[in-house]
């Protein structure tokens, strides 16, 4: 299975994620635009009964500001939900069954091999899991006499492997593949959320 296929197959996982929490993430940003309203017309109401005792440009200016102060409480809340869809999502990744999580690997390891004979820096903390077994099915699977091999050396990282030979690494991490399973669905996710909430935006 090619590298496009696996962040496929995780990145459909992860849209599968979000769309749980789409709802809750939705009605939140609703209210923000609720609240942003509101105050809008409050702070409106109040600037022109406080007008005819000042001048025009300072109650622009005070209507700028606090409506640039919204803005940006807006903006923070939307990528706390942002945050919020994509925790979910590594959760779920991080909880996929043994025999999954290492055929996972497997096949980013074979599609991203070059000679055959690169050495695998796994996470300290799942390094029983990748023994002679799983050693033996990737050679097989790669052929041509590959002698994959596991370093000595553990990553301080949970999910996944580097792929390494003398100077060339190949990072196969949760956090390298997620960023780049973000980077291709969050204006997708984006656009669900948040789109018409706040006409402007």
Do not use: H
Request: negative net charge; proline residues 1%; aromatic residues 6%.
């Amino acid at each position: 299975m090619a590298i496009e296929d696996i962040l496929k197959k995780i990145e459909e996982e992860t849209e599968a994620e979000c769309e749980k929490i789409l709802a809750e993430a939705k009605a939140e940003a609703e209210k923000i635009s609720r609240e942003y309203s509101k105050k809008a017309e409050n702070l409106k109401k109040t600037l022109f009964e406080k007008a005819e005792a000042r001048a025009k440009e300072e109650e622009k200016r005070l209507i700028v500001n606090e409506q640039l102060a919204l803005r940006k409480a807006l903006l923070s809340k939307k990528g706390e939900l942002l945050e919020k869809v994509y925790s979910s999502a590594k959760e779920r990744i991080k909880a996929l069954p043994e025999k999954e999580y290492l055929e996972v690997i497997s096949r980013l390891v074979l599609t991203s091999a070059i000679s055959g004979t690169e050495e695998l820096v796994v996470p300290k903390s799942q390094r029983e899991l990748f023994g002679e077994s799983f050693l033996k099915s990737l050679n097989d699977r790669f052929g041509d006499g590959a002698k994959f091999t596991i370093s000595r050396e553990t990553g301080k990282f949970d999910w996944g492997v580097i792929l390494r030979e003398k100077q060339r690494e190949i990072d196969l991490t949760l956090d390298v593949i997620f960023a780049q399973i973000i980077e291709k669905i969050e204006p997708r996710i984006a656009e669900v959320l948040f789109e018409g909430i706040i006409e402007g935006e």
